[in-house]
């Protein structure tokens, strides 16, 4: 009876969300094809006997109700469209199927990821004969940060996180480098102590170093693609945070993306290189190029980002130009109050973007 | 929390609501591609399990996963590698495979 019920209330959620404006068409035909699997599954669910393995329409519905979760901060009202730009931009360079970044705005001071189960996709082809067209990127902000672009640069690391468990980066490391191998890990037990370990406490132990590892990556990732800005949000939301059994401390993390920046060696990066060669991914490298923005943004300009690495490099020069002109504000930030310097910089860059995003659409609209 | 959440980004969904039907037998069978692809699927994670040096591009990311979490069961790949086709797979088998994955995770 749940699970009919159930069926029954996600679809009217999404019929209703249907009639929502949304930033993309992608978004409305993903919402379609939602649609569409919901009702082939009622359809099945109530046929008498059972058309489909209970067990497999309870997989199904609880995919389908996930998904949903993330497309109610994707409406046109909520959607941080500049970030969410610069997020599909980088999710691209990961692999060849067609993505689409959705959302979900929360009110807690977090930012996180879901993966979409490749084999949902597949289930519901095989099972119901309803293709997706795209595989969602779903990635959850809080609320006060949607529409300030420097404050959302923790969803670069939520990419990271995409593009590990999209290609078991890390879930391939633990072969080539398993726990009781190494590298050690800067905060946990070394891998001979690991190995030395008794069989129940070593599987908890393979599980602390994948969280850990899967954290090392997605830092990586973000800083790939923001550079300092990474470092430095994350100093400043979470400064002095002590190793956990899901997270290394916030010095171990510093120290591999700075590492990583100054082009350091670094066993742990190694290991990554390793694995993204295994899987057939390109290599760890800054993707980001530097726009100046101190002439631009010094005049309260929008600044011109000619390719995608200057869309990416725009969070990092803005981290940046923010930092120094609330430390000590110069020229025309001289006379600003110090709680505009926040907004006026998170403005320009949303306007940098922006003006990137249109010069775009009319290319790819006049040279189609 | 009423219940224990799936793991949010585990691939082995699938997996377990399949190797549940081979011991539950329940009134509607899982279907005979669902069967074929399964079947792939742990026959691949027993390759990598055997051989993790031939993870490629193309290794299957379920089985990765499955592979991971049985990494140190040999005895129960070599049940395996005497299985040739999923409607071999006894429920002794089927359950020991789901204890394991949840094992790991305990």
């Known amino acids: 009876m749940l699970l009919k019920a159930n069926l029954r209330l996600l679809l009217a959620q999404l019929d209703s969300l249907s009639e929502t404006p949304y930033f993309t068409s992608q978004l409305d035909t993903y919402i379609r094809e939602l649609r569409e699997v919901l009702r082939a599954l009622l ?142 890990l800067p905060d946990l037990p070394s891998s001979e102590e690991i190995a030395r370990a008794p069989d129940e406490k070593r599987k908890a132990w393979t599980q602390v170093v994948k969280s850990h590892r899967a954290e090392y990556f997605a830092d990586l ?22 190793v956990s059994s899901s997270h290394p401390s916030s010095a171990s993390r510093y120290q591999l993306m700075s590492d990583f920046l100054s082009g ?39 600044c011109k980002l000619e390719s995608d690495a200057d869309i990416f490099g725009a969070f990092a020069a803005g981290w940046g130009f923010l930092s120094r002109m609330n430390n000590k504000p110069t020229g025309l930030w001289a006379s600003l109050p110090v709680e505009d310097i926040e907004r006026v910089t998170n403005d320009l860059i949303e306007k940098s973007i922006r003006n990137r995003m249109i010069s775009e659409g009319w290319d790819e609209a006049t040279n189609p | 929390m009423l219940a224990a959440a799936p793991e949010p980004n585990s691939g082995l969904g699938l997996i377990q609501v399949v190797l549940t039907s081979i011991i539950g037998k329940p009134e509607v069978e899982v279907s005979e591609p669902l069967k074929t692809h399964v079947f792939e699927v742990l026959q691949a994670a027993s390759a990598v399990a055997a051989n993790p ?54």
């Open chain 1, 221 to 242: 990732i973000s800083a790939a693609y923001v550079g300092e800005a990474a470092h430095g949000f994350l100093g400043e939301f979470i400064p002095n945070q002590a």
């Open chain 1, 43 to 184: 359809s099945k669910v109530a046929a008498q006997p059972m058309a489909i393995n209970e067990g497999l329409a309870h997989f199904i519905a609880r995919e389908v109700w996930r998904l949903t979760q993330f497309l109610t901060g994707s409406t046109t009202k909520q959607i941080p469209y500049e970030v969410v730009y610069a997020i599909g931009k980088a999710a691209a360079e990961w692999g060849a199927r067609r993505l689409l970044i959705t959302t979900a705005i929360v009110q807690e001071a977090n930012f996180y990821f879901h993966g979409s189960s490749r084999e949902f996709f597949n289930s519901v082809e095989r099972e119901l004969g309803i293709k997706i067209s795209h595989q969602p990127v779903q990635i959850a902000l809080p609320y006060i940060y949607r529409h300030k672009p420097l404050f959302c640069v923790p969803l670069f690391h939520e990419l990271g996180h995409f593009i590990d468990t999209s290609n078991d980066v890390v879930t391939t490391s633990l072969f080539s480098h398993p726990e009781n191998v190494g590298p050690d």
């Open chain 1, 264 to 302: 350091k060696p670094n066993p742990i990066l190694d290991m990554f290189q390793q694995t993204l060669s295994t899987r057939g991914l390109p290599a760890l490298a800054v993707r980001f190029r530097l726009p100046d923005v101190d002439d631009t943004f010094g005049n309260v300009r929008p």
């Open chain 2, 53 to 106: 040096t031939a993870i490629n591009s193309r290794t299957p990311s379920e089985a990765l996963e499955l592979a991971l979490r049985m990494r140190g069961r040999h005895d129960l790949w070599q049940q395996f590698s005497e299985i040739h086709s999923f409607n071999g797979i006894r429920a002794d088998v089927a359950e020991q495979l789901l204890t394991s994955l949840r094992s790991y995770a305990a």
